[in-house]
Every structure is written in structure tokens, then in C-alpha cells.
């Protein structure tokens, strides 16, 4: 069984090494450890944060496969690689994370990868395995319910406790200069006010989150995500729910039996009428997942998400 530990070192994850991959007007930055011959595990981040979230998570998981942690394009240090109007839709940033993962691939050996995503980048996992099935053997959806099924589905105490969701998508620069102006306020906002509170982090992670949110670029990516979730990325599920589009590689979903996904949605129901092979269960903790119950996740990740890779 792995078991939990924290490894932030240096600002960085312990025994990985960094990575930046450049490409058209973007790169992609984040830390990899590679084992040999082993399958390989990409990890998605969620917001506001970066690919820190995994720093309990990622070293333990290295004992068994290759593991990338990324930044999300616009997040962190990462960037879109077509800085143009549909740069953060989920489909544009699904597309510069695989190409990463190919020239990743090339360059130590591994093919088609694992996706665990959290939050913002479950949601561009979700997106990734609609649109390249062929790339992903497995993925592991965290704490989110569908994006069409939570918009359509607001109430009002959701859109309270979801306020950014509303927020963010108002036209530049209001939400840009709000956030500017006192970033880490925002953060604490948006953060702080879930079920575990600031305590939940690492002091060097957080101070991580923190710096990065304070880039005016980080702030407008940002912004840009959400927007492109309340726009064209809807657009893109209605016409996959039209055409009976479902998703067909195997797939896991954890969620928070504190937060705010399991208070408003199922998580489980919604994703099965999405795709064919779901399984998933509720963690005892909020909306962190990977930061607040690391050791809950690392078990699950094991023995029922990855083991099948390990046969």
C-alpha cells in the first residue's frame, strides 16, 4: 500500500526533476519522475493553484509508475501555446497537454498515459478523453460533477458557494482588475471558505499558490478558463450529448462527502450517464482532495484506479 508523505522541497516535489516543454507561443512547466518500463500517470491540478496540489501524492506514486505533474496551460507557469480568443476553451488545453505528453513519451519511452485530475483539470481531462480516447488508458475525475449538468443545475445555494464561477466569466477586465488588485484576498476567498479551511495546506505550497496568483498573465488565464467553461466548452458537451457521444475509457470519480459537489449533485449518477465503465466513491474530507485526505487518495489510486496498469 503507498502511504502518504509530504515532499515539498525547495518548492518542487522530492526526487522529481523539472520539465518545461516549449512550444508555439506557449510552454508547459511542471517536474516528472521517470521509472523505467513502468506506465505513466499524468496529474492535473485544480484552482487557483498549480501542480504543487500533488506534492503528497506525487513522490509516493513514483515508487510504481512515471509521473508527470503540469501545470495547467494559463496556470502557474504554464501558457497556452495559441494565446488567441479560444485559448483556455477545455479542448485547447486538452490538446497542448497531450502534445506535452507525446514529446514526453518519445523522449522516455511511454505511450498512452493515466489522467488523475483534480478541479479545473478534471474538467480538461474530461475533455481530453472526448476527444483523444486513443491517449488515455484510465482517469480519475476529483471532486467535480459534469460542466453542463452544474451550470444548468445551479441554485441558488450553489451559486453562493460557487461564486467564482459567476464572477470570472464577466467581461474583461473587471473580474482581471478585482483579482489584480488583492490576489491573495481572492485566494483566501475562494480557498479559505471551504470545509478545511487554509490549514489544510502546506505553508510552502500555499505560498506557492499565492505567488503565482499575484501574475496579472496567471489572473487573466484564469478568467479565460472559466469563461471558455460558461461558453464554447458547454457548446462542445451539449454536441457530444446530441450526437449519444459517451465516454468509453475506464474511468473513476472521487468527490468530497463535505463539500459542496456531493451537497448539490451526484457526482456518480451524472458520470454514469456519460460513460460506460464508472465507478467512484466519496472521501471523508472538502473539496481538496489530494490535500486533505492524501493518504485516502493514494490508497484508492492504488488499489483501484492503477492496479490494473501494474498486471
Known amino acids: 500500500m503507498l502511504t502518504a508523505r509530504?515532499?515539498?522541497?525547495?518548492?518542487?516535489?522530492?526526487?522529481?526533476?523539472?520539465?518545461?516543454?516549449?512550444?508555439?507561443?506557449?510552454?508547459?512547466?511542471?517536474?516528472?519522475?521517470?521509472?523505467?518500463?513502468?506506465?505513466?500517470?499524468?496529474?492535473?491540478?485544480?484552482?487557483?493553484?498549480?501542480?504543487?496540489?500533488?506534492?503528497?501524492?506525487?513522490?509516493?506514486?513514483?515508487?510504481?509508475?512515471?509521473?508527470?505533474?503540469?501545470?495547467?496551460?494559463?496556470?502557474?507557469?504554464?501558457?497556452?501555446?495559441?494565446?488567441?480568443?479560444?485559448?483556455m476553451t477545455k479542448r485547447a488545453m486538452a490538446s497542448d497537454l497531450d502534445e506535452g505528453m507525446r514529446r514526453l513519451g518519445e523522449?522516455?519511452?511511454?505511450?498512452?498515459?493515466?489522467?488523475?485530475?483534480?478541479?479545473?483539470?478534471?474538467?480538461?481531462?474530461?475533455?481530453?478523453?472526448?476527444?483523444?480516447?486513443?491517449?488515455?488508458?484510465?482517469?480519475?475525475?476529483?471532486?467535480?460533477?459534469?460542466?453542463?449538468?452544474?451550470?444548468?443545475?445551479?441554485?441558488?445555494?450553489?451559486?453562493?458557494?460557487?461564486?467564482?464561477?459567476?464572477?470570472?466569466?464577466?467581461?474583461?477586465?473587471?473580474?482581471?482588475?478585482?483579482?489584480?488588485?488583492?490576489?491573495?484576498?481572492?485566494?483566501?476567498?475562494?480557498?479559505g471558505s471551504r470545509h478545511a479551511g487554509l490549514a489544510a495546506f502546506d505553508d510552502e505550497a500555499l505560498a506557492a499558490y499565492r505567488a503565482a496568483l499575484r501574475d496579472p498573465e496567471v489572473v487573466h488565464w484564469m478568467c479565460e478558463d472559466y469563461r471558455a467553461s460558461a461558453g464554447p466548452d458547454l457548446e462542445l458537451d451539449r454536441a457530444d450529448r446530441e450526437a449519444g457521444r459517451v465516454v468509453t475509457t475506464p474511468l473513476r470519480v472521487l468527490w468530497g462527502a463535505r463539500g459542496i459537489v456531493e451537497r448539490y449533485f451526484d457526482p456518480l449518477a451524472l458520470w454514469s450517464a456519460l460513460a460506460t465503465d464508472v465507478s467512484g466513491r466519496a472521501l471523508d474530507c472538502g473539496h481538496y482532495l489530494p490535500e486533505e485526505a492524501p493518504a485516502e487518495v493514494l490508497t484508492d489510486v492504488q488499489e483501484e484506479f492503477l492496479a490494473p496498469l501494474l498486471t
Open 107 to 191: 523522449q522516455h519511452g511511454f505511450g498512452p498515459y493515466a489522467v488523475v485530475a483534480h478541479d479545473r483539470g478534471a474538467r480538461v481531462a474530461h475533455r481530453l478523453l472526448a476527444d483523444r480516447p486513443d491517449r488515455v488508458t484510465r482517469a480519475l475525475l476529483m471532486d467535480i460533477a459534469p460542466t453542463l449538468d452544474m451550470y444548468e443545475g445551479t441554485t441558488r445555494g450553489y451559486a453562493t458557494a460557487y461564486w467564482h464561477w459567476f464572477f470570472l466569466i464577466q467581461r474583461e477586465p473587471l473580474p482581471e482588475r478585482l483579482v489584480g488588485a488583492d490576489p491573495d484576498a481572492y485566494l483566501d476567498a475562494v480557498m
Open 6 to 87: 509530504v515532499a515539498v522541497t525547495g518548492g518542487g516535489l522530492a526526487g522529481f526533476d523539472a520539465v518545461r516543454l516549449d512550444f508555439g507561443e506557449g510552454r508547459l512547466v511542471g517536474e516528472v519522475s521517470v521509472r523505467p518500463c513502468a506506465p505513466a500517470v499524468l496529474l492535473l491540478h485544480g484552482h487557483p493553484q498549480t501542480h504543487l496540489i500533488w506534492h503528497h501524492v506525487a513522490p509516493a506514486l513514483a515508487e510504481w509508475f512515471t509521473v508527470v505533474a503540469l501545470d495547467l496551460p494559463g496556470y502557474g507557469d504554464s501558457r497556452p501555446s495559441d494565446p488567441g480568443a479560444a485559448a
